[in-house]
């Protein structure tokens, strides 16, 4: 639960960049929200590949783990991956 924070903080973005498609807001902000929220995206979605091995330990569907991904990136990945270090070691 720790993630928790950095996954709400992620999700509250997302939902502001929504927002400014529907609403008027100051152009500065929107363009911000958009091309922050397109960037996060791209960024997370190259995550997917590097973080491939780790995505295949979650213990759900491999899509839904492809899809926490796309929208959390490592902050849904990395457990896997510390918890995969542990039990090699």
């Known amino acids: 639960m720790k993630d928790a924070p950095a996954k709400i903080t992620c999700l509250v973005f997302y939902a502001a960049t929504l927002l400014s498609l529907l609403f008027t807001w100051p152009p500065a902000l929107e363009a911000i929200l958009q091309y922050g929220t397109l960037f996060l995206l791209v960024a997370h979605a190259i995550e997917v ?3 491939w091995r780790w995505l295949r330990l979650y213990e759900g569907p ?3 783990s492809v899809l926490f991904t796309l929208l959390f990136g490592y902050v849904h990945w990395m457990p896997y991956k510390r ?3 542990v039990e090699r070691a």
């Open 62 to 64: 491999l899509i839904l």
């Open 49 to 51: 590949g590097v973080a």
């Open 83 to 85: 918890r995969a270090l």
